[in-house]
């Protein structure tokens, strides 16, 4: 399982990458794989105020349609309209090419709350073996 | 297999229509009438084939065993078609006057009273057409009844191992869905429903026995929760079939239900049956029912409308073919049989479940009800819910509900319905443990099937991410 070192994430699998005020997030390697062939992403729209825990994204995969939650408050700078053509990125590359959507935080606080590398990756051990 | 588009017979009529005696240029203007129709020409006995060919590809509970869990697949009496087909019922027209169909109209208003007797319930409506038109019928009496106290009411409480459609219906109420956890039994965690249950819930959305099959055993205390805190509580009768004769909903303390009389009461279910989804409330939410009820008086059958109805949720007063079955289906068994068939419908499934035990990983090992929940933990070489679910269709079974409820993973929902033998659900089982064997030491036949089917296996992604549902021969 790939849970890169250098990233924060949520017990909703999704990770995010916090730089100069600024969060990129997507969903996990482990969310992709638990979701299956990904065939559709709505993505909000830029400008959309979001707050930390909301569903604001939806991804379907030829198994179920799930909601992905904010990570952090804030408002949507970016979304990659890459994805929305191209679902499938989220499966191959889902910390690079399948990332989401860029939010600029409003709340510095709230990152206090997000899991680490080891956290998460007992979190996932431990969702392995239920 | 070629669509009938295809098989046009371009160089040929096909059918030769007697000549036109009227004149032809006086029935319709000029301007309305279309130069071509692109409807294929086919010959008739071409035709029949199409049809016929295509009838024998598909599967129904005609053919086999369909144990499609929370669907309730039973077999469709045929004695159903036959009262269905009486003229009386078929050379109906819905603006005839009362009088000319009170055979109908008493039809109706005995199927109310059944369903009020098997739910416990005050009053009847059999307009809804689904189990989901029946949920926003009843969530809709449900939202009038706060409107019209002023409570400002906006949440609604649904476990998470609910059917989809729970949600869905409180959303298309203009209603928010507050999900309620599941405990390690399978069945409401109470602490959790103590602490969202508050004064802004309209009510709980609750289905009994629930998607695992699972009879609520806490269900008294949860409707007291619900209604302490004066909610509502709303039966999802989806798995009535489980139930019926033994526990009536309204008895425990549900204020509505819907019936699905596609499911438990054996009317044609999939392929747009259609469906009838009537609801039954108590008598303090019967004024808000929908238009019109039927009302007797001095033997007289007449349409009562209430000032208070939501509405219609249908033209005229539902699919009534639909009613006619049911009504045949529960004067057939009677009470004593209904309530046998519930027992049957519980030990088959409980049959099932003990054999299959041993073989395949039962998510909650508990006595069952109609249905139960196996998921593919231990299956070997990374076989899948959904390689068994199409190495099944080799066998000539349809499979189980699979990947459903979502709290298991990979999971396969059994029902067997009291309509099936025991040679049947032994044959089922064998196949589901032959699988098993076939995982383990030939794990490709598994994941490569259907091998017998007409159409293999399909792939899925392609189909989701190129999706492409216009046959564009003609329209190119």
């Known amino acids: ?130 | 297999m070629k669509t009938i588009f295809e098989k046009w017979q371009r160089d040929d009529n096909g059918f030769t229509f007697a000549k036109l005696d009227v004149p032809d240029n006086e029935a319709v203007p000029e301007k309305f009438l279309r130069k071509s129709l692109e409807l294929p020409i086919i010959s008739e006995p071409e035709v029949i084939r199409h049809y016929t060919t295509l009838s024998k590809r598909n599967f129904g509970v005609d053919l086999g065993f369909y144990p499609l869990g929370s669907c309730t697949m039973k077999y469709n009496p045929k004695i159903n078609e036959d009262v269905a087909r009486l003229a009386g019922f078929t050379e109906l027209h819905p603006y005839m006057p009362q009088s000319s169909c009170q055979g109908a109209m008493q039809l109706m208003y005995e199927l109310t009273d059944y369903l009020k007797e098997i739910a416990g319930m005050d009053a009847v409506t059999l307009q809804p057409a689904a189990g989901s038109h029946g949920e926003f019928t009843g969530m809709m009496v449900m939202k009038n009844y706060f409107q019209e106290k002023g409570a400002s009411r906006n949440k609604v409480l649904i476990p998470d191992s609910a059917h989809g459609t729970n949600p869905a219906t409180v959303t298309m109420s203009g209603l928010t869905c507050v999900q309620v956890k599941s405990n390690q039994k399978g069945t409401v965690d109470l602490d959790d429903l103590r602490n969202k249950m508050d004064k802004d819930v309209v009510g709980i959305m609750l289905t009994n026995p629930n998607t695992l099959g699972l009879f609520e055993e806490d269900i008294l205390e949860v409707i007291r929760i619900v209604h302490d805190k004066g909610g509502l509580a709303y039966c999802d009768g989806a798995n009535l079939n489980a139930i019926m004769g033994l526990v009536r909903p309204g008895d425990l303390g549900f204020d509505v239900i819907h019936f699905n009389l596609h499911k438990s009461f054996s009317t044609p279910h999939g392929c747009g049956g259609p469906g009838a989804g009537p609801i039954g409330v108590k008598e303090f939410l019967k004024r808000y029912l929908p238009n019109p009820s039927i009302e007797k008086e001095d033997e007289i059958y007449r349409f009562f409308y209430s000032k208070d109805s939501i509405g219609k949720v249908k033209a005229f007063y539902g699919n009534f073919g639909m009613l006619v079955r049911a009504y045949t289906y529960i004067r057939g068994l009677g009470s004593d049989g209904i309530r046998l068939a519930a027992e049957r419908a519980v030990l088959n499934a409980n049959y099932m479940k003990e054999r299959l035990k041993p073989h395949y990983h039962l998510t909650y090992d508990r006595i069952c009800q109609h249905e139960f929940v196996i998921d593919d933990s231990n299956m070997p070489n990374g076989v899948t819910t959904n390689d068994i679910a199409k190495r099944l269709l080799d066998f000539g079974f349809h499979a189980p509900t699979v990947y459903f409820p979502l709290i298991v993973q990979g999971a396969m929902m059994i029902e067997p319905t009291e309509t099936e033998t025991k040679e049947t659900l032994d044959q089922f089982i064998d196949a589901l443990i032959q699988i098993k064997h076939e995982a383990e030491n030939e794990p490709d036949k598994v994941k490569n099937a259907p091998w017998t089917t007409p159409v293999k296996r399909v792939d899925a992604v392609k189909a989701a991410r190129e999706v492409d549902i216009t046959y564009c021969t003609i329209c190119s």
């Open chain 1, 1 to 130: 399982m790939n849970i890169p070192e250098n990233l924060k994430y949520t017990e909703e699998h999704e990770w995010v990458k916090i730089e100069d005020g600024t969060a990129v997030m997507g969903i996990t390697d482990f969310a992709q794989k638990m979701l299956t062939d990904v065939v559709f992403v709505e993505l909000p729209e830029v400008g959309k105020q979001v707050e930390k825990g909301k569903p604001f994204i939806v991804v379907e995969s030829v198994k179920s349609v799930s909601d992905v939650f904010a990570v952090l408050s804030g408002e949507v700078m970016e979304v990659n309209e890459t994805v929305a053509d191209d679902p499938a990125l989220v499966n191959q590359d889902p910390y690079g090419k399948g990332w989401l959507v860029k939010i600029k935080i409003s709340s510095v606080g709230e990152t206090d709350s997000l899991l680490t590398h080891d956290a998460y990756l007992k979190l996932c051990e431990g969702e392995e073996n239920k």
